[in-house]
């Protein structure tokens, strides 16, 4: 198999938010980039853009990499040649780097840290592109087109779950992958009766461990107080997001997907997860304190309204 041109496999086997912000960086490399990640979030990346090909990391022997022997041609065959390497997996294994850039054929790779170390006083971003040697990148990148298809998705979900699209919608995520994470509920609940007073309708969104773990109740609690979305894959999420007038949400996957497709972003969180970890887009604001407890709906309210009126 010939490389292409300026071609370039870039891996990340991690959460959703770890790999919008991987895809950040991979917008900045240039060329024709191979996206190595779970499949839904790999294939969402090239749906937008970020990357040109996309491959399910789950459904590749990547434990290969790590064996003490020659890898077996069928994974060097499905990854492809490439110019350059770029991954977040095998980091820190000399071994396993070895053997991976020579399965794929890099002439020169990098091996990324997927948190920074003790004591690094920035952005995650901005240690990769230390790394890497490129200029610091923007806090306020331009945003990830959207398909129209993808929007005609999202519209149809969101008429069929009783959404007025005659009128502004503002997404809330009210979970995260840690409960450390959340922002209680019943301020999430405060922050909606505020913005429907505005005229603005409130549309739910709950990721698969809400859904898996939070009592009956509690979603039912949501449905008083908006419109709560059924169970939605990404390329769906990313249609109602790039719809919406506004986004709120704790530090998680969602609100970097509506960061990255320039929605007017309100992230609730402690001030330690944004130093390394905030999301990136045009229009993003951060809401902290000591603790999540201390925010209150006002503060984010208005917040959100800032970012509309272009503050």
Known sequence: MLKQAGSILAIHPGAMGDVILFGHLLGALGGPV????????????????????????????????????????????????????????????????????????????????????????????DLWTNLLGMPVLSRYPAPWPVPKELQHIASKVLTENGVDLTKPYIAIHPGAGSAAKCWPLEQFIELADLLRRRGLAVVWILGPVEQERWPVDKVETLKEAGSLLPP???????????????????????????????????????????????????????????????????????????LAAGR
Do not use: W, Y
Not at 276 to 293: I, K, M
């Open 34 to 125: 191979t996206l190595v990640a779970g499949k839904e979030k790999a294939s969402l990346l090239a749906g937008l853009g970020v990357a040109k090909r996309a491959v399910d990391f789950n459904a590749l022997p990547m434990h290969e990499v790590f064996a003490s022997g020659p890898a077996a041609g069928d994974l060097s065959a499905r990854l492809g040649r490439h110019e350059r390497l770029v991954s977040c997996f095998a980091a820190g294994n000399p071994q396993a780097e070895a053997t991976l850039t020579a399965l794929c054929g890099a002439d020169s790779a990098a091996f990324l840290p997927v948190r920074p170390p003790e004591g690094f006083p920035g952005h995650l971003l």
């Open 232 to 306: 939605l894959d990404l390329a769906a999420l990313a249609g109602v997001l790039a719809g919406a007038a506004g986004f709120v949400g704790n530090d998680s996957g969602p609100a970097h997907l509506a960061a990255a497709v320039g929605t007017a972003t309100v992230v609730v969180a402690t001030l330690v997860s944004t130093r390394h970890f905030a999301p990136l887009g045009p229009r993003v604001a951060t809401v902290t304190a000591q603790t999540l407890e201390a925010i209150s709906p006002q503060s984010v309210e208005q917040s959100l309204a800032g």
